[in-house]
């Protein structure tokens, strides 16, 4: 049995903002760009919660957050404070939390700048997991005087749903046989990954709660999202098997050039994409890869238009040490981009902008 945890911080910007200059605290505040007296540009990053009740929230544009602060304030409610955001403070205080969050874990994943999963599998029942958390919460109030909303389940799905479900300073537990009595009645918007469109097309199907959603056989979401569907099937019973892990799987390697000067000259831009063919080669080693089985050359012309082209080998192309994968590589590049400098690519002739390389499938 696993049991996962999601961590939240609460309104993370703005409550550092707060511990720093108590004088804020208790005060309507917004972190983000300068209003300039509702004329400013930019964002708001984070509002808390005495400024999410005058409808300030994360991403709306400043200066319209200044309209209903002022708004509020004539309401005689108390003054919104602005703030511009100080990210390398929050990036320290972060990664402190993020110290934390490693001692308290079997496996911790930083989901954001505020936000990690953890992996407490190994305490073997739900009661303890509650009971290690809830210290957990102490801890970071006490060493960061910051507050957190906690969600705890058998898997990432339903420890990031049950963390915003009590906010702030909430912790949520749902236990295995709670799964799906916990998540039927919710919004069919609480499951990551349905946007305003996805929301909106289900909406038409009459499918609103994710109860709803989930009485939709599998091959009818397939028809509706491609493969994606089966995913939301998934999600739609509280299944995912996705691991707590800070590893980074690279997919691809590869890199770009743009040109100093737009180019139609083939032993120039062949020159080119050989040098690049030995850096990827070298990032691969690097990555300590043994081979990969699809290139793809992408081709940027004069005007913008881009092409990608690739070739796959099923077997794999296997790097060694003898300097065969690398000719290998380079004739395989030479006739991605050949067509580029004829009629079958480039029928008008256009100069080349741009070259990029990239190998995928990686073995
Ligand atoms: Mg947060």
């Known amino acids: 049995m696993r049991i996962i945890v999601h961590v939240d911080m609460d309104a993370f910007y703005a409550a550092i903002e707060e511990r720093s200059n108590p004088a804020l605290r208790g005060l309507p505040l917004v972190v983000g760009a300068d209003p300039k007296g509702g004329r400013g ?11 999410r009740r005058f409808g300030i929230r994360s991403a709306l544009p400043v200066s319209r957050a200044w309209r209903l602060a002022d708004a509020a304030r004539r309401r005689g409610e108390p003054e919104t404070i602005f703030v511009r955001s ?20 079997d496996a911790h994943e930083e989901a954001s700048i505020d936000e990690a999963y953890l992996d407490i599998s190994s305490l073997t029942s739900f009661d303890d997991a509650q009971i290690k958390m809830a210290t957990l919460k102490n801890e970071i109030h006490e060493q960061e005087g910051l507050g957190c909303s906690i969600g705890i389940g058998p898997n990432k799905l339903i420890a990031k749903i049950a963390s915003s479900r009590n906010k702030p300073d909430g912790l949520t537990v749902i236990t295995q046989q709670e799964v799906q009595g916990f998540l039927d009645p919710l919004p069919i918007r609480v499951i990551p990954g349905i946007g305003p469109k996805s929301e909106a097309f289900l909406h038409q199907q009459n499918v609103r709660i994710v109860r709803e959603l989930r009485e939709i056989p599998q091959a009818t979401l397939m028809q509706w999202f491609g493969s994606w569907g089966l995913r939301l099937f998934e999600k739609a019973q509280g299944v995912d098997d996705s691991p707590v892990s800070n590893e980074w799987t690279r997919k691809s390697v590869g890199e770009q050039e743009t040109f100093e000067h737009d180019s139609r000259d083939l032993a120039l831009v062949s020159e080119q994409l050989d040098r690049m063919a030995e850096r990827v080669l070298a990032k691969l080693r690097r990555n300590e890869f043994s081979g990969f089985r699809t290139m793809t050359l992408t081709v940027r012309f004069s005007d913008f238009d881009t092409r990608n082209r690739s070739r796959t080998v099923k077997s794999g192309i ?7 994968a690398l000719q290998l590589i380079k004739k ?32």
Not at 86 to 103: A, G
């Open 318 to 324: 296997a790097i060694d040490n003898t300097g065969n």
């Open 41 to 51: 540009r930019g964002v708001v990053m984070t509002a808390n919660y005495q400024a």
């Open 86 to 105: 100080n990210f390398q403070l929050y990036e320290t205080v972060s990664s402190r939390i993020m110290q934390i969050f490693e001692r308290f874990s």
């Open 332 to 363: 395989q590049a030479l006739d991605l981009l050949l067509p580029f400098f004829d009629a079958r690519e480039n029928p008008r002739g256009k100069a080349i902008r741009l070259i990029g390389l990239r190998l995928e499938k990686l073995l």
